[in-house]
Protein backbone atom coordinates (compact mmCIF):
# COMPACT_ATOMS: atom_id res chain seq x y z
CA UNK A 1 0.00 0.00 0.00
CA UNK A 2 2.77 2.63 0.99
CA UNK A 3 4.21 1.59 -2.81
CA UNK A 4 0.88 2.46 -4.10
CA UNK A 5 0.52 6.07 -1.96
CA UNK A 6 3.94 6.81 -3.18
CA UNK A 7 3.57 5.87 -6.89
CA UNK A 8 -0.20 8.24 -6.48
CA UNK A 9 2.01 11.42 -5.24
CA UNK A 10 5.12 10.85 -7.70
CA UNK A 11 2.06 11.29 -10.86
CA UNK A 12 0.52 13.77 -9.33
CA UNK A 13 3.26 16.00 -8.10
CA UNK A 14 5.20 15.45 -11.56
CA UNK A 15 1.53 17.22 -13.09
CA UNK A 16 1.56 19.67 -9.89
CA UNK A 17 4.14 20.24 -7.54
CA UNK A 18 1.94 21.91 -4.67
CA UNK A 19 -0.92 19.24 -4.96
CA UNK A 20 -1.29 17.63 -1.51
CA UNK A 21 -1.61 14.03 -0.49
CA UNK A 22 -3.65 12.98 2.36
CA UNK A 23 -3.81 8.96 3.17
CA UNK A 24 -7.23 8.92 5.55
CA UNK A 25 -6.51 6.08 8.35
CA UNK A 26 -3.99 3.09 8.20
CA UNK A 27 -1.48 5.36 10.38
CA UNK A 28 1.00 2.41 11.08
CA UNK A 29 2.04 3.23 7.35
CA UNK A 30 4.47 5.31 9.10
CA UNK A 31 6.55 2.75 10.27
CA UNK A 32 9.25 0.80 8.31
CA UNK A 33 7.03 -2.55 9.31
CA UNK A 34 4.00 -0.97 10.36
CA UNK A 35 4.77 -1.08 14.30
CA UNK A 36 7.07 1.49 16.14
CA UNK A 37 10.00 -0.42 16.80
CA UNK A 38 10.43 -0.13 12.81
CA UNK A 39 10.84 3.31 13.22
CA UNK A 40 9.68 5.69 10.84
CA UNK A 41 9.32 5.29 7.27
CA UNK A 42 10.44 8.93 6.39
CA UNK A 43 10.63 8.85 2.45
CA UNK A 44 6.68 7.67 3.16
CA UNK A 45 6.01 10.77 4.96
CA UNK A 46 7.79 12.93 2.33
CA UNK A 47 5.06 11.01 -0.11
CA UNK A 48 2.50 12.48 1.46
CA UNK A 49 1.36 16.04 3.28
CA UNK A 50 -1.03 14.94 5.78
CA UNK A 51 -2.72 12.42 7.75
CA UNK A 52 -6.78 11.92 8.12
CA UNK A 53 -8.12 9.60 10.80
CA UNK A 54 -11.85 8.77 11.99
CA UNK A 55 -13.30 8.76 15.19
CA UNK A 56 -10.12 8.96 17.03
CA UNK A 57 -11.36 10.61 20.46
CA UNK A 58 -15.59 9.56 19.67
CA UNK A 59 -17.35 7.14 17.44
CA UNK A 60 -21.25 7.93 18.36
CA UNK A 61 -21.26 8.21 21.70
CA UNK A 62 -18.45 6.04 23.00
CA UNK A 63 -15.54 6.96 24.26
CA UNK A 64 -12.60 5.98 22.30
CA UNK A 65 -9.16 4.62 24.09
CA UNK A 66 -7.05 4.59 20.63
CA UNK A 67 -3.79 3.48 20.41
CA UNK A 68 -3.31 5.30 17.10
CA UNK A 69 -3.09 8.48 19.27
CA UNK A 70 1.02 7.66 20.65
CA UNK A 71 1.67 7.65 16.53
CA UNK A 72 -0.31 10.63 15.81
CA UNK A 73 1.65 12.48 18.14
CA UNK A 74 4.70 11.37 16.50
CA UNK A 75 4.23 12.34 13.30
CA UNK A 76 2.25 15.21 14.13
CA UNK A 77 5.62 18.02 14.04
CA UNK A 78 6.02 16.13 10.62
CA UNK A 79 2.61 16.74 8.89
CA UNK A 80 -0.67 17.94 9.76
CA UNK A 81 -3.06 15.76 10.90
CA UNK A 82 -7.34 15.79 10.23
CA UNK A 83 -9.44 14.26 12.67
CA UNK A 84 -13.12 13.22 11.87
CA UNK A 85 -14.14 12.27 15.25
CA UNK A 86 -17.93 11.10 15.76
CA UNK A 87 -19.82 12.38 18.26
CA UNK A 88 -23.19 11.70 20.09
CA UNK A 89 -24.32 15.16 21.13
CA UNK A 90 -23.37 18.85 22.07
CA UNK A 91 -20.85 17.96 24.90
CA UNK A 92 -19.22 15.37 22.94
CA UNK A 93 -18.56 17.38 20.02
CA UNK A 94 -17.11 20.15 22.77
CA UNK A 95 -15.23 17.73 24.51
CA UNK A 96 -13.46 16.36 21.01
CA UNK A 97 -12.81 19.98 19.80
CA UNK A 98 -10.84 20.32 23.06
CA UNK A 99 -8.98 17.43 23.05
CA UNK A 100 -7.80 17.45 19.31
CA UNK A 101 -7.14 21.24 19.81
CA UNK A 102 -4.60 20.11 22.76
CA UNK A 103 -2.87 17.45 20.75
CA UNK A 104 -2.68 20.20 17.78
CA UNK A 105 -4.90 18.34 15.47
CA UNK A 106 -7.36 19.93 13.13
CA UNK A 107 -10.31 18.79 13.64
CA UNK A 108 -14.47 18.42 12.04
CA UNK A 109 -16.69 16.46 14.83
CA UNK A 110 -19.61 15.26 13.35
CA UNK A 111 -22.89 13.96 14.87
CA UNK A 112 -25.34 11.40 14.17
CA UNK A 113 -27.33 12.89 11.54
CA UNK A 114 -24.10 13.47 9.57
CA UNK A 115 -22.77 9.88 9.73
CA UNK A 116 -22.85 9.79 5.64
CA UNK A 117 -20.44 13.95 5.74
CA UNK A 118 -23.63 15.26 3.91
CA UNK A 119 -24.23 18.32 6.07
CA UNK A 120 -22.45 21.66 6.20
CA UNK A 121 -22.07 22.04 10.47
CA UNK A 122 -21.48 25.20 12.42
CA UNK A 123 -19.42 26.63 14.21
CA UNK A 124 -16.74 26.87 12.53
CA UNK A 125 -13.68 25.45 14.52
CA UNK A 126 -10.82 28.32 14.94
CA UNK A 127 -12.51 30.89 12.11
CA UNK A 128 -10.29 32.87 10.56
CA UNK A 129 -9.60 34.92 7.18
CA UNK A 130 -5.98 33.64 6.56
CA UNK A 131 -4.79 32.89 3.87
CA UNK A 132 -4.41 28.80 3.38
CA UNK A 133 -1.17 28.36 1.30
CA UNK A 134 -0.25 25.08 2.97
CA UNK A 135 -2.14 22.35 4.48
CA UNK A 136 -0.35 23.32 7.42
CA UNK A 137 -1.69 26.93 7.50
CA UNK A 138 -5.21 25.46 7.83
CA UNK A 139 -7.07 25.62 11.33
CA UNK A 140 -9.98 24.06 10.25
CA UNK A 141 -12.26 22.02 7.42
CA UNK A 142 -14.99 20.80 6.41
CA UNK A 143 -15.42 16.93 5.26
CA UNK A 144 -18.56 16.90 3.31
CA UNK A 145 -18.57 13.93 0.50
CA UNK A 146 -22.60 13.00 0.66
CA UNK A 147 -24.88 15.98 -1.82
CA UNK A 148 -27.95 13.99 -1.20
CA UNK A 149 -29.27 17.24 0.26
CA UNK A 150 -28.45 19.26 -2.83
CA UNK A 151 -30.52 19.23 -6.08
CA UNK A 152 -27.41 20.85 -8.27
CA UNK A 153 -23.41 21.58 -8.62
CA UNK A 154 -24.24 25.26 -7.87
CA UNK A 155 -26.38 24.37 -5.43
CA UNK A 156 -23.46 22.95 -3.50
CA UNK A 157 -21.09 25.75 -4.78
CA UNK A 158 -23.24 28.58 -3.15
CA UNK A 159 -23.68 26.45 0.13
CA UNK A 160 -19.77 26.02 0.47
CA UNK A 161 -18.80 29.36 -0.95
CA UNK A 162 -20.86 31.16 1.85
CA UNK A 163 -18.40 29.31 4.27
CA UNK A 164 -14.96 30.34 5.97
CA UNK A 165 -13.77 26.97 6.16
CA UNK A 166 -9.77 26.52 5.63
CA UNK A 167 -9.84 23.25 3.72
CA UNK A 168 -13.28 22.23 1.69
CA UNK A 169 -12.53 17.72 1.03
CA UNK A 170 -15.54 17.13 -1.16
CA UNK A 171 -16.43 14.56 -3.74
CA UNK A 172 -14.99 15.03 -7.15
CA UNK A 173 -18.66 13.65 -8.84
CA UNK A 174 -22.14 15.64 -8.11
CA UNK A 175 -23.74 12.06 -9.53
CA UNK A 176 -22.08 9.19 -11.34
CA UNK A 177 -21.24 10.85 -14.50
CA UNK A 178 -21.26 14.09 -13.96
CA UNK A 179 -17.99 15.57 -12.30
CA UNK A 180 -17.34 19.49 -11.02
CA UNK A 181 -14.92 21.52 -13.43
CA UNK A 182 -12.07 23.54 -12.98
CA UNK A 183 -14.00 26.48 -13.15
CA UNK A 184 -16.45 25.60 -10.40
CA UNK A 185 -13.73 24.31 -8.21
CA UNK A 186 -12.18 28.04 -8.63
CA UNK A 187 -15.23 29.52 -6.77
CA UNK A 188 -14.64 27.32 -3.86
CA UNK A 189 -10.89 28.40 -3.12
CA UNK A 190 -11.86 31.94 -1.50
CA UNK A 191 -13.51 31.71 1.43
CA UNK A 192 -16.15 34.12 2.49
CA UNK A 193 -14.15 36.63 4.37
CA UNK A 194 -11.91 36.92 1.60
CA UNK A 195 -9.13 34.42 2.67
CA UNK A 196 -8.12 31.77 -0.04
CA UNK A 197 -8.63 28.20 0.96
CA UNK A 198 -7.74 24.55 -0.37
CA UNK A 199 -10.30 22.13 -2.08
CA UNK A 200 -9.44 18.58 -1.84
CA UNK A 201 -11.18 16.02 -3.50
CA UNK A 202 -12.31 12.30 -1.93
CA UNK A 203 -10.99 9.15 -3.37
CA UNK A 204 -11.63 5.52 -2.40
CA UNK A 205 -8.30 3.51 -3.36
CA UNK A 206 -8.78 0.20 -1.46
CA UNK A 207 -12.62 -0.54 -2.58
CA UNK A 208 -14.43 -0.13 -5.75
CA UNK A 209 -17.41 1.20 -5.54
CA UNK A 210 -20.51 -0.27 -8.18
CA UNK A 211 -21.94 3.72 -8.62
CA UNK A 212 -18.72 5.08 -10.20
CA UNK A 213 -17.90 5.81 -13.37
CA UNK A 214 -15.30 2.79 -14.22
CA UNK A 215 -17.89 0.30 -13.22
CA UNK A 216 -19.03 -2.08 -15.55
CA UNK A 217 -22.11 -3.52 -16.30
CA UNK A 218 -20.39 -7.76 -15.24
CA UNK A 219 -18.43 -6.83 -12.47
CA UNK A 220 -19.36 -8.60 -9.30
CA UNK A 221 -17.23 -10.50 -6.84
CA UNK A 222 -14.19 -12.09 -7.75
CA UNK A 223 -14.95 -11.13 -11.24
CA UNK A 224 -12.64 -9.53 -12.15
CA UNK A 225 -10.45 -11.47 -9.93
CA UNK A 226 -9.10 -8.49 -8.10
CA UNK A 227 -12.76 -7.79 -6.62
CA UNK A 228 -11.72 -9.60 -3.72
CA UNK A 229 -13.56 -8.82 -0.38
CA UNK A 230 -16.78 -7.97 0.08
CA UNK A 231 -17.15 -4.87 2.33
CA UNK A 232 -19.70 -5.37 5.45
CA UNK A 233 -21.56 -2.54 6.23
CA UNK A 234 -21.28 -1.33 2.98
CA UNK A 235 -22.79 -3.69 -0.22
CA UNK A 236 -21.96 -0.99 -2.67
CA UNK A 237 -18.13 -1.38 -2.23
CA UNK A 238 -16.15 -4.22 -2.69
CA UNK A 239 -12.04 -4.32 -1.21
CA UNK A 240 -9.77 -4.87 -4.02
CA UNK A 241 -6.00 -6.54 -4.82
CA UNK A 242 -5.32 -2.53 -5.10
CA UNK A 243 -1.85 -3.92 -6.13
CA UNK A 244 -3.47 -5.22 -9.31
CA UNK A 245 -2.26 -3.07 -12.63
CA UNK A 246 -6.12 -3.08 -13.55
CA UNK A 247 -7.06 -1.37 -10.56
CA UNK A 248 -3.73 0.87 -10.67
CA UNK A 249 -4.63 2.05 -14.04
CA UNK A 250 -7.93 3.40 -12.88
CA UNK A 251 -6.95 5.00 -10.10
CA UNK A 252 -3.18 6.94 -11.68
CA UNK A 253 -1.74 5.22 -14.48
CA UNK A 254 -3.58 5.55 -17.31
CA UNK A 255 -4.57 8.22 -19.46
CA UNK A 256 -7.36 10.09 -17.78
CA UNK A 257 -7.24 8.18 -14.97
CA UNK A 258 -9.24 8.96 -11.83
CA UNK A 259 -6.43 10.78 -10.40
CA UNK A 260 -5.95 12.85 -13.76
CA UNK A 261 -10.12 13.48 -13.65
CA UNK A 262 -9.22 15.31 -9.68
CA UNK A 263 -6.56 17.01 -11.05
CA UNK A 264 -8.24 18.34 -13.87
CA UNK A 265 -10.67 19.64 -12.34
CA UNK A 266 -8.49 21.99 -10.02
CA UNK A 267 -8.15 20.70 -6.79
CA UNK A 268 -5.49 21.07 -4.66
CA UNK A 269 -5.17 17.96 -3.49
CA UNK A 270 -6.89 14.08 -2.90
CA UNK A 271 -7.89 12.37 0.24
CA UNK A 272 -7.04 8.66 0.30
CA UNK A 273 -9.64 6.85 1.78
CA UNK A 274 -9.52 2.99 2.59
CA UNK A 275 -6.04 2.80 2.65
CA UNK A 276 -6.24 -0.17 5.34
CA UNK A 277 -7.41 -2.12 2.75
CA UNK A 278 -3.67 -3.72 2.86
CA UNK A 279 -5.19 -5.34 6.71
CA UNK A 280 -8.36 -6.65 5.62
CA UNK A 281 -7.01 -8.54 2.68
CA UNK A 282 -3.47 -9.88 4.15
CA UNK A 283 -4.20 -10.07 8.20
CA UNK A 284 -8.09 -10.56 8.05
Known sequence: MKTFIKSISSKAKGRNTNFMIIPQNGIELVYNEYDAESGVDYNYLEAIDGVG?????????????????????????????????????????????????????????????????????????????????????????????????????????????????????????????????????????????????????????????????YWKDNWKLHHPRWLKKPYDGYEDEIWVKFWKNDWENIIYKEDNSYLDKIIDAGFDGVYLDNIEAYYFLYFD
Open 53 to 213: IEELFYNDGVVVEDERLATLKLVKDQVPVLVADYTGNDNERTEAISKNLNEGFICYPRASNNYDYEYITTPIINENSDDVNTLSDAKNYIYMISYNQYSSKQEIINALSNTNFDVILMELFFDTDLPFTSSEIAQLKTKANGGSRKVISYMNIGAAENYRY
